[in-house]
């Protein structure tokens, strides 16, 4: 199967609560990265972890990563309509000399107002 | 968040065709990498790019398509000749430096051919 692979693949919530969405990676990892798209646009990078913390926040956001389990959740607190987009994880695989991000399918949020 | 811009931002073209996509970087980036995003499917790694030359491609990346910096600032991915599935967005992405792990990415240019 895939590297970066999110669950659920969509998710539909009352603004006000809030969003979990986890992503699964198969092989290790320097590091994963979470980023949002809406609708036909570009990516906008949310936050990264390094395989060597376990937990990070940023705003509302709180990502998890547990290199046991080879996974990573993102939650989403206090959700709002503005969060309706689409959420990947991407893990880095180092080559030869660059870092080249694997994505998965992503978690379609919607945010219900 | 610094800005990496694309044009443009749309393009349509007969199959057959040739295209280039453009990108500014950020400046002062080191490496750049092209994905790209064929409709409702995830990100795909295409090529990245460093001191002028590719550093690494994927198998996507083949004889068709090319990546260049022209004029030291302008970073091009060209389409020799369009297939019907080289429909996606494309997105171009810089980090600040060689070790810089977070990637920013362009609004991406969504391509159509016909």
């Known amino acids: 199967s895939q590297q970066g692979e999110e669950d659920p693949q969509a998710l539909s919530i009352q603004e006000g609560e809030n969003a979990t969405m986890n992503c699964s990676y198969k092989?290790?990892?320097?590091?994963l990265q979470w980023y949002r798209q809406n609708s036909g646009r570009g990516l906008v990078h949310l936050i990264l972890?390094?395989?060597?913390?376990r937990e990070k926040h940023s705003g509302r956001l709180r990502v998890t990563l547990d290199t046991s389990k080879k996974s990573s959740s993102l939650l989403i607190t206090a959700s709002r309509a503005a969060d309706t987009a689409s959420y990947f994880c991407?893990?880095?695989?180092?080559?030869?000399?660059?870092?080249?991000?694997?994505f998965g399918k992503g978690t379609k949020l919607s945010v219900i107002p | 968040e610094p800005e990496v811009t694309q044009t443009p931002s749309h393009q349509v073209t007969q199959m057959g065709q040739e295209v280039i996509l453009r990108c500014v970087p950020i400046s002062n980036h080191l490496y750049f990498y092209w994905y790209r995003q064929i409709l409702g499917q995830k990100v795909e790694f295409l090529v990245s790019?460093?001191?002028?030359?590719?550093?690494?491609k994927s198998e996507i990346f083949d004889d068709q398509f090319s990546v260049e910096r022209p004029d030291g600032s302008n970073f091009t991915l060209k389409i020799r000749s369009t297939k019907l599935e080289d429909s996606a967005m494309y997105f171009c992405?810089?980090?600040?430096?060689?070790?810089?792990?977070?990637?920013?990415f362009g609004p991406g240019t969504r391509l159509l051919v016909l």
């Open positions: 092989t290790s990892i320097n590091n």
């Open positions: 991407a893990t880095d695989a180092k080559g030869a000399g660059s870092y080249q991000l694997t």
């Open positions: 972890i390094r395989s060597n913390e």
């Open positions: 992405a810089s980090p600040r430096g060689r070790n810089e792990e977070t990637q920013y």
């Open positions: 790019f460093y001191n002028n030359e590719i550093s690494e």
